[in-house]
C-alpha cells in the first residue's frame, strides 16, 4: 500500500486566507525581532513564516483546478 501525498487544507484554498496567515506569521516574527532577536519563539516564527511562504505559494499544492 503506497502512502498518499498530504493533500492541502480545504480551508486555505482561497488565497486571501493564505496571504492573511502568512502575514500573521510576518507580524509575529518582526515583534520578535525587535523584541528577542535569537530567542526560541523568534526561531519558530521564522521556520513558520518560511514554512507558510513555501507551502502556500512556491510549491504548488494550492493551485486552483486544473
Do not use: K, N
Not at 55 to 62: K, N, R
Amino acid at each position: 500500500m503506497a502512502l498518499s501525498p498530504m493533500q492541502p487544507h480545504p480551508w486555505l484554498q482561497p488565497l486571501h486566507r493564505r496571504v492573511l496567515t502568512t502575514i500573521a506569521c510576518a507580524l509575529f516574527l518582526a515583534f520578535e525581532t525587535w523584541y528577542d532577536p535569537g530567542g526560541l519563539f523568534f526561531w519558530l516564527m521564522l521556520f513558520a513564516t518560511a514554512y507558510a511562504i513555501w507551502d502556500f505559494f512556491l510549491s504548488g499544492s494550492y493551485r486552483g483546478p486544473a
